[in-house]
């Protein structure tokens, strides 16, 4: 397999991305993705995933022998009928479905995001083109000291996929994500920390992710989820809406028995304290 699938005690998954040339996609790396992903959801085990890349790369796009092959074909053609030896879970025996297309990679991007679990990208080197835009689709990013992101799109006469021209502009502003994409520089650790990109830079950034898991495994999962839920909804819907789902998802995590029994452990350890 493209994916290494390992666990980290009983709650937190690493999926370790491990293909040549630098982690590329290509090969059925996008198939074991989503199929991962959908395992994930249905273990109630998995509470956290993290991903990084083997080698000295997180991920770095599109694999450049497919790309080659891919650029004579039509996009929808190379979505549902992906060259020979690279997958991505969407292949369609459907003429019609494929002539009617709209969203292409985009259906990979929202079956990814229907994981109710936290996705910590420990970006471990180079994150570029598709790469870039995995590490984008993340709750949270634990950057090497060393290691570099980039969009790399407009370089290659594309622009951007995976949901990159919606999400980085929610995460560091339109004025700099039209920089960012624009002119494609590298953007080191520090600078994406300072901008809101990164979270964490650590010299270790699987440790630091399996850290920042452990806190989370420690936490609700039924309000982790409906966190999630609410957080990578909001660009959807106007505040109204948004209220609606507040108040719906809080009515039901009101009534479980994880908030009884936080509430029960929170009252008997501040009737102890003073008054």
């Known amino acids: 397999m493209d994916l290494e699938i390992s666990r980290i005690g009983r709650h937190i998954a690493l999926w370790r991305l491990n293909r040549p040339r630098h982690n590329a996609f290509g090969g059925t790396l996008l198939r074991d993705l989503i199929e991962a992903s959908r395992a994930a959801q249905q273990d109630d085990d998995i509470r956290v995933v993290i991903t990084t890349g083997a080698g000295r790369s997180y991920a770095v796009g599109a694999d450049i022998d497919n790309l080659t092959e891919m650029s004579r074909l039509s996009m929808n053609t190379s979505f549902h009928r992906p060259p020979s030896g690279s997958e991505n879970g969407y292949n369609s025996p459907s003429a019609l479905v494929e002539a009617l297309e709209e969203q292409g990679i985009g259906h990979w991007t929202r079956e990814w995001l229907r994981l109710d679990k936290p996705l910590i990208a420990a970006i471990n080197g180079p994150a570029a083109g598709g790469g870039f835009c995995l590490a984008l689709l993340h709750d949270l990013r634990v950057m090497a000291p060393d290691a570099f992101l980039t969009p790399g799109f407009t370089s290659l006469g594309l622009a951007p996929e995976l949901g990159a021209s919606w999400l980085l502009p929610r995460l560091v502003g339109q004025s700099r994500a039209t920089e960012l994409l624009l002119f494609n520089p590298r953007i080191s650790a ?48 106007p505040l109204s809406a948004q209220l609606v789902r507040e108040y719906r998802l809080q009515q039901a995590l009101w009534e479980s028995e994880e908030f009884r029994a936080e509430v029960a452990t929170l009252a008997a350890r501040l009737s102890g304290g003073p008054r």
């Open 190 to 237: 520090e600078e994406g920390l300072r901008t809101g990109l990164v979270h964490r830079i650590a010299d270790d950034p699987v440790e630091e992710a399996v850290a920042m898991a452990e806190q989370l495994c420690a936490r609700s999962p039924l309000a982790i989820a409906a966190t999630l839920r609410l957080l990578r909804s909001s660009g959807d819907h």
